[in-house]
Nanobody, 121 residues
């Protein structure tokens, strides 16, 4: 069973930076796309950024130019560098990984437990 563990959240002032990390652990698996979602109180969960196994990235419009998603294939990890943070970025951030177990065709999406990011004004 694959497990995703996130780290790097915290409290930062407006204009500051944080880097989130997420690593997958387990055996006999490969990872396709990895993504970061976030959910603020009272809001629906929204996709922030994604990266494919070949490195193609996508971002929601509100974070373009401020956030950068990257991944380390060897470490089964994905990162989210967040710069010029705004109070509206405050949310719980979740990473996901589309996992394919060795010998299986289907992919399954796993979620991390979430990490809180709070941006003060």
């Amino acid at each position: 069973q694959v497990r995703l563990v996130e780290s790097g959240g915290g409290l930062v002032q407006s204009g500051g930076s944080l880097q989130l990390s997420c690593a997958a652990s387990g055996t006999r698996f490969s990872i396709d796309a990895m993504r970061w979602y976030r959910q603020a109180p009272g809001n629906e969960r929204e996709l922030v950024a994604g990266i494919t196994s070949t490195g193609t990235t996508t971002y929601r419009d509100s974070v373009k130019g401020r956030f950068t998603i990257s991944r380390d294939i060897d470490k089964n990890a994905v990162y989210l560098q967040m710069n010029t943070l705004k109070p509206e970025d405050t949310a719980v951030y979740f990473c996901t990984a589309d996992i394919r177990y060795t010998g299986q065709i289907e992919r399954r999406r796993y979620w991390g437990q979430g990490t809180q990011v709070t941006v003060s004004s």
